[in-house]
């Protein structure tokens, strides 16, 4: 089906920067929408950031202002720019995509996850 590879989280003081990135591979047919979820612990898994194919953005009202999502539709790649990061941002962020993938000449649709990658803001 589809896999879904995450990159770039790490240990970051408040107020620093990261970009995480997401590539997908696998017999695809198309992605329709990626995003980025994130889990700390004892919460849910929350949206933090969400883009469709046409370019399309939503955004968790925490992060509005400070996150940014794109995508390179010809890697099959998400990105997230994460600014003015808080201790609160701290987490598991989990990279989500969905679509088609090819299989016995038919598109079928999937959703996949990626094994996430954690982001610490402390100093």
């Known amino acids: 089906q589809v896999q879904l590879v995450e990159s770039g989280g790490g240990l970051v003081q408040p107020g620093g920067s990261l970009r995480l990135s997401c590539a997908a591979s696998?017999?695809?047919?198309?992605?329709?929408?990626m995003g980025w979820y994130r889990q700390a612990p004892g919460n849910q898994r929350e949206l933090v950031a969400r883009?469709?194919?046409?370019?399309?953005?939503n955004y968790a009202d925490s992060v509005k202002g400070r996150f940014t999502i794109s995508r390179d539709n010809a890697k099959n790649t998400v990105y997230l720019q994460m600014n003015s990061l808080k201790p609160e941002d701290t987490a598991v962020y989990y990279c989500?995509?969905?679509?088609?993938?090819?299989?016995?000449?038919?598109?079928?649709?999937?959703?996949?996850w990626g094994q996430g990658t954690q982001v610490t803001v402390s100093s």
């Open positions: 696998g017999t695809i047919s198309s992605i329709d929408a």
């Open positions: 883009i469709t194919s046409r370019g399309s953005t």
């Open positions: 989500n995509a969905d679509g088609y993938y090819r299989r016995d000449y038919y598109p079928h649709p999937f959703v996949s």
